[in-house]
């Protein structure tokens, strides 16, 4: 049974930090790319960055290109989102996913790095990010 666990919201002040985590079991991530989404209230589903380990590459949206780094710890078989300096338009309710990589490039890379609008094919459960001003 693939499971995808542990992400971690919060409330956190504009200029924040937070990590949010996706521990995958049920599967590898030598075989499946990780995205991270998010959807705020009122508002349409937005993919926020990717990663594939096989490839070594990383995708992020413009906006939040340098406050937010994706990593992966392989031996934990776990991606991370770091997120600094979060503003109020953050707030949102994030959740990570998974996706076959079946060629290369991967979800992640190809087609100009739009893997959001790929079919992932596990979901983790959501978690709230506040971020007051």
């Known amino acids: 049974e693939v499971q995808l666990a542990g992400v971690w919201g919060g409330l956190v002040q504009a200029g924040g930090s937070l990590r949010l985590s996706c521990a995958a079991s049920?599967?590898?991530?030598?075989?499946?790319?990780i995205g991270w989404f998010r959807q705020a209230p009122g508002k349409e589903r937005e993919g926020i960055s990717c990663?594939?380990?096989?490839?070594?590459?990383?995708t992020y949206t413009d906006s939040v290109k340098g406050r937010f780094t994706i990593s992966s710890d392989v031996a934990k078989n776990t991606v991370y989102l770091q997120m600094n300096g979060l503003e109020p338009e953050d707030t949102a309710v994030y959740f990570c996913?998974?996706?076959?990589?079946?060629?290369?490039?991967?979800?992640?890379?190809?087609?100009?790095?739009?893997?959001?609008?790929?079919?992932?094919?596990?979901r983790g459960q959501g978690t709230l990010v506040t971020v007051s001003s």
């Open positions: 996913a998974a996706t076959w990589i079946t060629f290369f490039p991967g979800p992640c890379t190809r087609n100009s790095g739009t893997y959001y609008k790929e079919s992932f094919d596990y």
């Open positions: 049920g599967l590898t991530l030598d075989d499946y790319s």
């Open positions: 990663i594939s380990v096989p490839e070594g590459a990383t």
